[in-house]
């Protein structure tokens, strides 16, 4: 069964600074898409980034990178440049690419920006 | 592109009623929405996978019965929370892909926050 795992409940960063949320995730098929998604306190969910398991560059999206290390089954989201905006919960996320193509979610981080 | 629209965004209602809930891809057709349910300070968990035309797939531990999913047309599934009860207060959430590719995220709509009283 597919697995995700984010191991930072709570994370405080300085504006301008540099931010790196964890995901693990663990898979038997290999043909899967890992994604992060944003929530703010509004709820809705907003796409932030997919990176591919076939891929074989890291995904970047502006402020957004993923660092995916598939040795390591790891797809950290690095936010360059943090603004006020950026606090929220952030959730990993993954899509095996057979059978029901359910995507699943981790438990989620909740970043806060300091001004 | 690629809106999804829920309905309502809030809903109060007496513990034994039932509520209706609504989501529609508005710029596209989803041959399959998913319902996901999230509690406060939790993440998203699946309930069930929408179908059109036929009928939904529950996860696990999820109620069919209490949770009736109607996936009438290409651009509506309806979730109906039957004979509510305090603990099914939730933020319930739909989302659909508006395209069959590996890379095509979920779109989501903007949730339903049920409150039974």
């Known amino acids: 069964a597919q697995k995700i795992t984010q191991t930072q409940p709570g994370m405080f960063v300085q504006e301008k600074e540099a931010v790196t949320l964890d995901c693990t995730y663990d898979?038997?098929?290999?043909?899967?898409?890992l994604f992060w998604y944003k929530q703010p306190s509004s709820g809705e969910m907003i796409f932030l980034i997919y990176q591919g398991s076939y891929d074989q560059q890291n995904a970047t999206e502006g402020r957004y990178s993923l660092n995916f290390q598939k040795a390591r089954k790891s797809a950290n989201l690095v936010i360059s440049a943090s603004q006020l905006g950026d606090s929220a919960m952030y959730f990993c996320a993954m899509r095996e690419d057979r059978g029901a193509q359910k995507l699943v979610f981790g438990q989620g981080t909740r970043l806060t920006i300091n001004p | 592109g690629a809106v999804v629209s829920q309905h309502p965004s809030r809903v109060i209602c007496k513990s034994g009623t039932s509520v209706k809930i609504e989501c529609r891809s508005l710029d596209f057709q989803a041959t399959t929405m998913f319902w996901y349910r999230q509690f406060p300070k939790q993440s998203l968990m699946l309930m069930a996978t929408?179908?059109?035309?036929?009928?939904?797939?529950?996860e696990q531990g999820v109620e069919k019965d209490k949770f009736l999913i109607n996936h009438a047309s290409l651009t509506l599934s309806t979730l109906t929370v039957t004979s509510a009860h305090p603990e099914d207060s939730s933020f319930y959430i739909c989302s659909a892909r508006a395209w069959q590719g590996a890379n095509s995220p979920l779109h989501f709509g903007n949730g339903t926050r049920l409150t039974v009283t």
């Open positions: 929408s179908n059109e035309g036929s009928k939904a797939t529950y």
């Open positions: 898979t038997s098929d290999p043909s899967y898409g």
